[in-house]
């Protein structure tokens, strides 16, 4: 069998030295490596020989299978080589540089805001997209007979009890309760994040956008306290004087409320699409924090009192960049992104 095996050592090495087709490569590798070459069918010879034999033999097996392995591994990489070679390619050409994203322009300005309310003093919170009937309702005075939900009836999912349901949530109020149960008063508060409305898409209008919700809740908390801080809020992100104007709003989550607007900066107050030719946009519904909104999270309405606001964050960074369709900051369009 000593002879067998170099033989077969030395047929397979002169078949691979007389090769010149890389695709005959597979079906000689085939025929002395295979479960059923060559190699294999000295195995099955090994297995009858004598005791005695067998570690000699063995180490002579084991020997011409690794020489065969090896010749194997230098006709393959001597093929790859010509490969190579005949595509003249030149190896000192720089590669191709992978594209770097850009961070989207909602979570720039999201950044931006988060560090102006962190200078001061607020909490920046996070909640869950997918919420309950309570959270996004009931304890907001929204009960389940009140008009206000039939504007904010939206996309309902599996789960939740059936007095209970489940939703992606229509703002990011239902943390005003959630942040005052965790974590009592006094609190100051920010929380941005996605929200769900079943809209018919326009301009000024999409299913899903941002927003970025504020409450500050302690003893003797007014409108005025509201104002400058909204003052504060505008100045540091477009980085000049804004013109605004404040007029009623009814939010059974406030009161009294407020609708905040900011003249359109596309336009400049002449009238266009986004601001639906009034030459305003409508940016922050604000207002003092409901009693009952208080009492939900656990605050006593009479001894604490507060104002909330639901900054439209999508709308605000149209603003900021003049974007005229908000439909393009979910298009995905990356000629789009990179501008920013």
């Known amino acids: 069998m000593q002879k067998e095996l170099e033989h077969l050592r030395e047929r397979a090495k002169e078949e691979l030295k007389t090769l010149t087709e890389q695709a005959d490569l597979e079906k000689i590798k085939i025929k002395y490596l295979g479960r059923k ?51 003249n390619f030149d190896v000192t050409l720089p590669g191709i540089k992978p594209e770097r994203g850009n961070i989207h322009p909602v979570l720039q300005v999201q950044r931006e805001l988060e560090d102006l309310f962190r200078s001061m003093g607020f909490k920046v919170l996070d909640g ?5 009937e309570f959270y996004n309702f009931e304890a907001l005075n929204i009960p389940s007979w009140h008009p206000a939900r039939e504007s904010q009836d939206t996309f309902y999912v599996k789960g939740g009890a059936s007095d209970n349901r489940l939703l992606l949530r229509t703002h990011t109020s239902p943390m005003q309760v959630r942040a005052l149960q965790q974590y009592g008063v006094p609190l100051r508060a920010v929380v941005p994040g996605r929200v769900f409305r079943y ?99 656990g605050v006593d309405p009479k001894e604490y009192s507060g104002f909330a606001f639901g900054l439209g964050l999508s709308r605000l960074v149209m603003m900021r960049y003049k974007i005229d369709d908000i439909r393009l900051l979910l298009g995905g369009d990356l000629r789009f992104l990179k501008q920013f």
């Open 37 to 87: 070459g060559e190699l294999a069918e000295m195995m099955k010879k090994f297995k009858e020989l004598a005791q005695a034999e067998r570690p000699k033999i063995g180490a002579l097996l084991n020997e011409v299978k690794i020489d065969i392995e090896k010749a194997f591994h230098e006709i393959t990489k001597s093929f790859k080589s010509a490969t190579v070679s005949s595509a």
């Open 199 to 297: 809209e018919a898409t326009d301009a000024s209008h999409e299913h899903t956008f941002w927003q970025m919700e504020g409450l500050v809740v302690d003893k003797d908390i007014s409108v005025s306290h509201l104002i400058a801080t909204m003052k504060e809020l505008l100045q540091g992100i477009f980085y000049r004087e804004v013109e605004v104007r404040l007029r009623p709003g009814y939010f059974p989550f406030v009161e009294p409320g407020f609708e905040l607007d900011i003249k359109c900066f596309i336009c400049g107050g002449t009238g266009c699409s986004v601001c639906k030719q009034r030459g305003w946009v409508e940016l922050l519904p604000c207002g003092l924090v409901h009693p009952k909104v208080l009492e939900a999270g």
């Open 128 to 132: 869950p997209e997918v919420e309950s």
